[in-house]
């Protein structure tokens, strides 16, 4: 069954410092992944997705996604990161038919001034 | 209105009691979802519309938990006999038709209803 994987729990970074949060899927096939936001008391936001072509995605609030078939791998980056992007970001995998997604457990992001 | 609006958005309902949730879509948008967030997880796939047709409801736990759509716009997921397990925020999402290949999975999402089971 397809499925997603995000390691990482909880993650802390500096304001300014880079960002890598980890995705690895579980799919048969090209996979179609997306990376969402989820902010306190709010609703999933779509940062960036993968559907075919350039494996290297560029997203909104300056975030990227790279897609490495050989590591089964979506892990998404930002260069510097913002106190405004705490938040918790879920990795996911469009499965089967229209638009039903398979979320992984979310990385929680605290930034620090 | 410009977003995917949902009520109530905090329930707190006493075991055993019935509870519905509503969810009103963005306008146009023919693909309906539930998810199932509970504390510290992921989403989890409830049930999907296509306009007024359920056409997978594989998610949903128990036959306690029933959705309808019967306009094709509004929808409602309804728990019977509700249990301190059903705690979570239940999410609505809607999308453009899925023969929009470029649209394809671009789910977008009410901000849920938080239900609480004492």
């Known amino acids: 069954a397809q499925s997603v994987t995000q390691p990482d729990i909880h993650i802390t970074v500096s304001e300014g410092a880079s960002l890598e949060l980890r995705c690895n899927y579980s799919y048969g096939a090209t996979p179609y992944l997306f990376w969402y936001v989820q902010s306190p008391g709010q609703g999933l936001q779509l940062l960036l997705k993968?559907?075919?072509?350039?494996?290297l995605v560029q997203g909104i609030k300056g975030f990227e996604a790279e897609f490495k078939r050989s590591q089964s791998s979506f892990n998404l980056r930002k260069p510097s990161v913002h106190w405004s992007d705490a938040a918790e970001y879920f990795c996911a995998v469009l499965t089967g038919t229209a638009s039903k997604l398979t979320f992984g457990t979310g990385t929680r992001l605290q930034v620090t001034l | 209105g410009a977003g995917v609006s949902q009520s109530p958005r905090y329930k707190v309902a006493k075991r055993g009691q019935d509870v519905a949730l509503r969810c009103d879509p963005i306008s146009g948008h023919v693909s309906l979802f539930w998810y199932q967030q509970a504390l510290g997880q992921g989403p989890e796939f409830l049930t999907y519309f296509q306009n007024e047709a359920q056409l997978d409801k594989s998610g949903l736990p128990s036959d306690r938990f029933f959705a309808e759509r019967p306009e094709g716009s509004v929808s409602t997921l309804k728990i019977q006999r509700t249990q301190q397990e059903d705690s979570a925020v239940y999410l609505c999402?809607?999308?453009?038709?899925?023969?929009?290949?470029?649209?394809?999975?671009?789910?977008?999402f009410g901000e849920g209803s938080r239900l609480t089971v004492l």
């Open positions: 993968y559907f075919s072509g350039d494996t």
């Open positions: 999402a809607s999308s453009l038709p899925p023969d929009r290949a470029s649209d394809t999975g671009e789910l977008f």
